[in-house]
């Protein structure tokens, strides 16, 4: 199905992780910082032509954050400080996804409204699978969400969808170096940019400008699929959490004793 005539998209959650009941709760989603994904390839790429590329990170005004791309690290580094990343999937009923990504089939898969994330995004599309690392040349301009967009031939089975967030000032932090003791606590952020505003207390007037690791933004949940194997008690949170919402609940089961097959059985 293309993407611009796609209703829903879905995220497989583990109930371990403490998030995904605020999720539920507060009908949100995050966008998560590219170093945090399962994928250590994410955002790699090749270099064609190194004079394009800067001249394309000139031309966008983010001199500031990178004066010159001397290699592949470069371009990652301007990828994971200016985009957030959201992976989705195009179906609920994938069993490796529920055994991979909800815990064993005892988690949940959320079905989000895909017009509502569109609304607040940079932009969205399907993966593309290759076998080897994309190389950046000529296609200059559409090349930072390009880049983002592929994955090794191994990861095909998920059929992924991504959405990228692009980092606003109202996710960005400021503070001084002489704060630099309140940066090293603040985990969720990384530092995005150094800059003097004073030269001649180069210690204390040193600028950090951080970013949000996650972004997390309000969207509409259509319904809620229960994996195989989740525990009574999670059914009974998860009833708990949607509350007086309508969002449709969902129990998976397998559509018959001899079929593979996965169906969902409405709880509501």
């Not at 690392?133 to 592929?150: A, F, G, R």
Request: net charge negative; charged share 35%.
């Amino acid at each position: 199905m293309d993407i611009d005539e796609m209703k829903s998209c879905y995220k497989y959650f583990s109930l371990k992780n403490e998030y995904t009941y605020k999720n539920i709760e507060n009908e949100q989603i995050a966008f998560t910082y590219i170093p945090n994904l399962n994928d250590p390839c994410e955002a790699v790429v090749r270099l064609g032509i190194f004079d394009e590329c800067q001249d394309y990170f000139e031309n966008i005004g983010k001199k500031e954050t990178l004066t010159y791309i001397e290699n592949c690290d470069d371009v990652r580094d301007i990828l994971v400080k200016e985009y957030r990343l959201l992976c989705v999937a195009q179906c609920y009923k994938q069993p490796l996804m529920w055994a991979h990504y909800a815990d064993g089939h005892r988690g949940v898969c959320i079905e989000y409204d895909m017009q509502d994330i569109k609304k607040k995004i940079y932009t969205i599309d399907t993966v593309s699978y290759v076998p080897e690392i994309p190389t950046i040349s000529d296609d200059i301009k559409n090349y930072l969400t390009e880049i983002l967009m592929y994955k090794s031939l191994d990861w095909e089975y998920e059929r992924e969808i991504r959405a990228i967030y692009k980092i606003e000032p109202k996710d960005r932090i400021t503070m001084t170096y002489h704060c630099k003791n309140e940066y090293d606590r603040k985990e969720e952020s990384i530092p995005v940019n150094y800059a003097y505003y004073d030269d001649s207390s180069y210690d204390d007037n040193y600028e950090i400008i951080l970013a949000k690791k996650a972004v997390v933004i309000p969207c509409k949940i259509k319904n809620i699929y229960l994996g195989i194997n989740i525990d009574q008690k999670d059914i009974e949170k998860i009833k708990e959490k949607i509350g007086a919402k309508k969002i449709g609940l969902y129990k998976m089961n397998y559509k018959d004793e001899c079929s593979y097959e996965l169906e969902a059985e409405d709880l509501r």
